[in-house]
């Protein structure tokens, strides 16, 4: 079942801007993840947070995590062009080491 | 390349043929993973092996059916498959208990049932 859900479904937005991405899931997680995917290629790990953790930086990447409201969000400052690509949020849930999916957000950055 | 290799990177089959999708990893990772992407669709997971143990199978059906001879080798053999069953299968390994670095995937194997 599917646990994450990423919202927009779809983002377009200009070289320079930052896109900001949100992810909700509904069981309880041990952590959240953050996943890159080019067109028919694998997925690349980008970020992870820890159930017990906030706010985590890596790059030009800030992730938040709010557990009470069971929800995340990706900010991806200065974008790039290169940064056009699907990104995924993934719970892993304390019932399990699984790694569940949601259907991802498809961001376009325009030169 | 991300450390996680699948072979082949396409294959078109047709509904009575036997094939195999195979993935390595030398990462010293120790659990293994088998997912499904279909268009439109969240990544399925498939198949979870621990230590080359099968801790997880997410109902697959039965003519999709996984190996793992060791930690570091994973194959899904493939017989009698149905179009609806074309999709990116993508492979990714990590340690058993997870840590910063996640999930390491795979380029995925692209397949077509004809």
């Known amino acids: 079942s599917q646990q994450g859900e990423e919202d927009p479904q779809a983002l377009s937005i200009q070289e320079g801007e930052n896109a900001t991405m949100n992810c909700s899931y509904k069981t309880s997680i041990n952590n959240l993840q953050w996943y890159r995917q080019n067109s028919g290629r694998g997925l690349v790990h980008l970020i992870l947070i820890r159930s017990n953790e906030r706010e985590k930086h890596s790059g030009r990447l800030r992730v938040t995590l709010d557990t009470s409201k069971k929800s995340s969000s990706l900010l991806i400052t200065a974008s790039r062009a290169a940064d056009t690509a699907s990104y995924f949020c993934?719970?892993?849930?304390?019932?399990?080491?699984?790694?569940?999916f949601g259907e991802g957000t498809q961001l376009t950055v325009n030169p | 390349e991300t450390g996680v290799t699948q072979t082949p990177r396409h294959l078109v089959m047709g509904m009575t043929n036997k094939k195999s999708l195979k993935c390595e990893q030398h990462?010293?990772?120790?659990?293994m993973y088998w997912y499904k992407q279909s268009a439109k669709k969240p990544l399925e997971l498939m198949f979870v092996?621990?230590?080359?143990?099968?801790?997880e199978n997410n109902s697959v059906p039965s003519r999709f059916s996984p190996e793992c001879p060791n930690s570091s080798h994973l194959f899904l053999h493939l017989h009698t498959l149905q179009p609806e069953d074309s999709a990116l299968y993508l492979c990714?390994?990590?340690?058993?208990?997870?840590?910063?670095?996640?999930?390491?995937f795979g380029s995925g194997t692209r397949l077509t049932v004809v």
């Open positions: 092996y621990n230590f080359k143990e099968q801790t």
């Open positions: 990462l010293g990772h120790n659990a």
């Open positions: 990714a390994s990590s340690q058993v208990r997870v840590t910063d670095y996640g999930y390491t």
């Open positions: 993934a719970t892993e849930e304390t019932s399990g080491s699984r790694l569940t």
